[in-house]
């Protein structure tokens, strides 16, 4: 089984960057598609992006140009990084693995962008 942890997240305040790391256990072999989903208070889980093994990349259209997903396969890791973040990114990021037809969530980083 596939084991996610996320790390980066912290309070940042409006207009700052962060970047995020995933890293998946380091026998996890068999990974296809990595990414980043968010979900705010009161709000439903939303797919941020997502990146496949071979680097073709997904994103949400509202967070194109701010965001960026990238993965680095021989070390496992998905990262994300924020740029010009607003209070509306609050919340907590969850990275996402796909292996073998099934999907591991992490437990989520919570990121707080507030001055």
């Known amino acids: 089984q596939v084991q996610l942890v996320e790390s980066g997240g912290g309070l940042v305040q409006p207009g700052g960057s962060l970047r995020l790391s995933c890293a998946a256990s380091?026998?996890?072999?068999?990974?296809?598609?990595m990414g980043w989903y968010r979900q705010a208070p009161g709000k439903q889980r939303e797919l941020v992006a997502t990146i496949a093994r071979g680097g073709t990349t997904n994103y949400a259209d509202s967070l194109k140009g701010r965001f960026t997903i990238s993965r680095d396969n021989a070390k496992n890791t998905v990262y994300l990084q924020m740029n010009s973040l607003k209070p509306e990114d609050t919340a907590v990021y969850y990275c996402?693995?796909?292996?073998?037809?099934?999907?591991?969530w992490g437990k989520g980083t919570l990121v707080t962008v507030s001055s």
């Open positions: 380091d026998l996890s072999f068999g990974i296809n598609v």
């Open positions: 996402n693995a796909d292996r073998r037809g099934l999907n591991y």
